[in-house]
């Protein structure tokens, strides 16, 4: 019950690591990990299914014996595991790295090991896997016990259920890097399959119309709390001179009549002895009726986890539409169906989106780079701000997304500054942090290698200037009740500022990484760039983007070998004709050569 896998974060770290120039990564399976494991603690005994009986327990009626490996299905079965892995793991070298479960690192082969469960991923040198594999299954000079039973390794492709895709790409810089694609296409149209299947078993027939962005517009307006509390006639409260309608003011009264009604009957019913009724009465349970209105909610459940897995392993764009969903499962509304119906839509025509990544710099010159951003009372029933976080690699040729994150705040916030000081605590205490613990262990010894003393510094972007100041000055007096509302400290963030792990930014609004996690976007355009951000792309339009790319790129080269000629010492004459029907434009080599528009005006 103690066992700790490695998290998404840290395999999406192994790949960045690992796409680095002159590195690799390599992936493998140990066979039938667990029974690799001895089992320890209380003596479990256990029965032999009859075929497994050796024959001089024939006669005995359901013999049991002691269980000495950990078998699967043993609830500690894990953990021993896991102890056995760590325990190998650190005797041939590999160093366990602070605050990363099943995460360590070989300073002198400078290998990168993810264990998550039995798959094990290792990046690093190209020269130096081998060696690190052959580590890994080396015997034990301390206990004597062989090593661990791990299958062939291999280039890195589906992990986790995600297929992951390592090609080059080349940037506008003119560097070539190494790109990682992250492909659940699959995945994704089986999530598609359970939404029609489980919508046709209530009834229902699902037709899934093409959908630009996962939201439908959310208005205020319409919320319970902007909405006109009614039409008609009004009448004004005499304490708060407030205008309620008289049909509401009407249903209220009725409402409270009710109430009270209920509450004398059932005083009357509990009153009654002897009689028996009340007891029938206790035995008697009455279904609740679902409402009509609300036809997903027995089903959304079911939908919503399955797709979080794709959210949060390779498509970071559908992060805020299932967390805000999954709020409500609970108190489900005929609004929740339309948007979870929305999502399946816009997941079903862009299941074929990639979220990619490239490193195209030395390990030394990359860095964390963390996004934060909040909106402002976003959620149109609870009026609570949402939280967002991007984490990523970045350097001057790369960008590698590493986690992203969504959550709907604790407590309504009165201003936006003060939403923005809550996604900055929650950021930097969930994800940033963290991550400088990894990327010290990853990435120390490569700087101090290339002369740089100054340790690994993680790069905070925000877009509000106002929450900036605050987090420099440490004083905030008109947000005092931060502390009981919101259980955020604004002199743990100033002090964490202060430090030199971390440097704050103002980043500009339209590079805010953060924005696709916290707010419904509506507009296409807006959309498709805030998806860019974190690296989701349709790999057409990529392809695309580079296509155009190289192109510019030959016809600066043309211009480039232009400018390098001699000059021509007379100019070519050119038809009357040529001349009056184009107009020439200035010269780009430099001599006296007329350009022309037209390329089938030809001179003589």
């Known amino acids: 019950l103690g066992s700790c896998p490695a998290t998404m974060e840290a395999a999406k770290a192994a790949d960045a690591y690992g796409l680095c120039p002159g590195y690799d990564i390599e992936q493998a399976d140990a066979e039938q990990a667990y029974v690799q494991a001895d089992l320890k603690g209380p003596t479990t005994w256990v029965s032999l299914p009859p075929e497994a009986r050796p024959p001089e327990w024939k006669g005995m009626k359901r013999p049991v014996c002691p269980l000495v490996k950990a078998l699967y299905g043993h609830p500690d ?315 990523c690699i970045r350097g001057p040729n790369s960008c590698f997304p590493l986690r992203g994150g969504s959550r709907r705040q604790g407590s309504v916030a009165c201003s936006t500054p003060e939403a923005e000081i809550v996604a900055a605590y929650t950021a930097l205490k969930d994800a940033g942090l963290p991550a400088i613990s990894l990327w010290e262990a990853l990435l120390d010894a490569y700087r101090k290698r290339a002369g740089i003393m100054s340790p690994v510094q993680l790069q905070f972007h925000k877009d509000n200037q106002a929450m900036i100041q605050v987090m420099k000055s440490g004083r905030n007096p008109t947000m005092r009740h931060m502390g009981r509302t919101h259980r955020v400290s604004i002199a743990w963030l100033h002090e964490r500022f202060a430090e030199n792990d971390v440097a704050l930014f103002y980043e500009e609004t339209y590079r805010q990484a953060a924005d696709i996690y916290t707010k419904a976007f509506d507009n296409v355009d807006k959309w498709r760039q805030a998806c860019w951000l974190i690296g989701i792309v349709d790999p057409m339009a990529l392809l695309g983007q580079i296509k155009q790319q190289d192109e510019e790129d030959k016809i600066k080269a043309e211009a480039a070998k232009l400018k390098e000629l001699p000059p021509t010492q007379d100019p070519i004459p050119v038809t009357q004709a040529a001349a009056e029907k184009q107009e020439a434009i200035p010269p780009c080599c430099g001599g006296n050569v007329l350009l022309y528009q037209k390329h089938d005006l030809v001179p003589p």
């Not at 264990?115 to 015997?139: C, M, S």
């Not at 992250?182 to 078993?201: G, H, P, T, W």
């Open 77 to 391: 079965s894990g953990t021993f595991w896991e102890e056995t892995c760590d325990n190998h793991c650190k005797e041939q070298g590999f160093s366990p790295i602070k605050d990363w479960p099943s995460c360590y690192f070989h300073h002198e082969l400078r290998l990168f090991l993810v264990i998550y469960v039995d798959d094990f991923k290792l990046a690093g040198p190209k020269g130096n896997l081998a060696e690190g594999w052959r580590l890994l299954r080396t015997k034990s000079l301390v206990t004597g016990e062989k090593g661990l039973d791990i299958e062939e390794p291999a280039p890195i492709g589906r992990y986790l259920g995600c297929l992951h895709e390592v090609t080059e790409l080349k940037l506008p810089s003119g560097v070539t890097a190494r790109c990682m694609t992250y492909n659940m296409q699959d995945f994704l149209e089986s999530c598609v399959d359970r939404y029609i299947d489980l919508a046709d078993k209530q009834g229902y027939t699902m037709k899934l119309k093409k959908a630009d962005t996962p939201f439908i517009a959310e208005d205020q307006g319409m919320s319970l709390q902007g909405q006109p509390n009614g039409e008609g006639e009004a009448v004004q409260c005499p304490w708060c001179f407030g205008d309620f309608s008289v049909t509401a003011a009407l249903k209220q009264k009725a409402k409270e009549h009710i109430n009270t009604e209920a509450k004398r009957a059932a005083k009357d019913w509990k009153s009654k002895k002897g009689n028996g009724e009340a007891k029938k009465g206790k035995e008697e349970k009455t279904e609740a009726v679902p409402d009509p209105n609300q036809k997903l909610q027995v089903i959304a459940a079911k939908v919503l986890m399955k797709i979080l897995y794709a959210a949060r392993m390779a498509r970071f764009d559908l992060l805020r539409a299932v967390c805000h969903l999954a709020c409500f499962i609970s108190k489900w509304t005929e609004e929740c169906d339309r948007k979870l119906h929305r999502l399946v839509s816009y997941i079903k025509h862009t299941k074929h989106f990639r979220m990619v990544g490239w490193i195209g710099d030395a390990p030394e010159i990359i860095l964390p780079h963390l996004y934060a951003d909040a909106d402002f009372a976003g959620c149109t029933s609870t009026q609570r701000s949402t939280n967002g976080h991007h984490l």
